[in-house]
């Protein structure tokens, strides 16, 4: 059994990487990179590693030979159509290899999302139902990251958390949660075709994450709505649904999602604030 990850070098690749590693012989893992010379750190730990560029067809067919199961990363380009012409040349040249189950990660819960069906990811998933190869979708909900845009650390000088209004609630995830579980997923068996909405099973609120930010600091900050908080981020978090929650993650995982508060720690600058 080989398996082979697209986009290894990134932040999710590599972390499934890291995971696999505790669970499979590391000669049957097989990084698949746009760069050889980035990959260095893969080989040093025994992993195969193999060319595959999602814009160079060519390279594509050739890295999945001989691979069993595939995980396509989403390409992290900008432009949609480019990132749905990329999905499909892996696709095509995984179908063509004889690659039996490919897996993607794409957005948790399109349906409630303003692009449904029709977004990159949508027309992904059904690019791979319609290939005829045993598929899994691993759905990844939103990244945690975007706190690091609210001002968190601001938050704690001024002692106040100021949002845009709106009734926000969010299913945010790590990384190293989704790598987790789809590292599971990877080394296990009976996920042919299942989706799975990989978002946290509660949610948390901005009140919430302003006593979390107390906590951390030691200090008082309280959470205020204020129209006049502009940033691009809301725009997108409007457009997405970060309210929906599933216990996939949790199950695929085996354990309950990182808490909150050890989820933001990253983004917090303690020490100077
Ligand atoms: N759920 C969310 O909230 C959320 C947020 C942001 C992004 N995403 C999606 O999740 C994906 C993985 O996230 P991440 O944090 O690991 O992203 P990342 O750190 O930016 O990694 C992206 C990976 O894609 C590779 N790549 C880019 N273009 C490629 C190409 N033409 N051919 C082959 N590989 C290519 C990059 O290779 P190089 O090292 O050579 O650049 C890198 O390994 C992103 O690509 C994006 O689609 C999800």
Request: net charge negative; aromatic share 6%; charged share 20%.
């Amino acid at each position: 059994m080989t398996i082979m990850i697209t986009g290894a070098t990134g932040q999710l690749g590599s972390l499934i990487i890291e995971n696999l590693l505790a669970e499979l012989p590391d000669n049957t893992i097989i990084a698949g990179v746009r760069n050889m010379d980035t990959a260095t750190h893969f080989k040093d730990k025994g992993v195969v590693v193999r060319c595959a560029d999602y814009d160079r067809p060519e390279t594509l067919q050739d890295a999945f030979a001989g691979v069993n199961k595939l995980l396509l990363i989403s390409s992290s380009h900008s432009d949609d159509a480019v990132r749905l012409t990329q999905h499909t040349n892996v696709i095509d040249a995984a179908k063509a290899a004889g690659v039996a189950h490919i897996l993607y990660t794409g957005f948790a819960f399109p349906q409630a999302g303003n692009k449904g069906t029709s977004s990159v990811h949508g027309l992904t998933e059904q690019a791979i139902l319609d290939s005829g190869m045993e598929y899994t979708i691993l759905r990844n909900g939103l990244y945690i990251d975007f706190v690091g845009v609210l001002g968190l650390n601001e938050a704690i000088r001024s002692g106040v958390l100021a949002t845009q209004p709106g009734d926000w609630q969010f299913n945010a995830v790590t990384r190293r949660d989704l790598a987790r579980a789809t590292a599971k997923v990877l080394a296990g068996s009976g996920h042919e075709h299942r989706i799975y909405e990989l978002a946290a099973a509660q949610t948390w609120t901005l009140a919430g994450l302003a006593e979390v930010l107390t906590e951390l600091a030691g200090k008082p900050v309280i959470h205020t709505a204020d129209a006049s908080v502009q940033h691009w981020i809301y725009h997108f978090l409007n457009s997405i649904d970060t309210k929906s929650t599933s216990n996939d993650l949790e199950h695929l995982m085996g354990q309950p999602v990182t808490s909150l508060k050890e989820s933001i720690a990253p983004f917090l600058n303690l020490e100077n604030v």
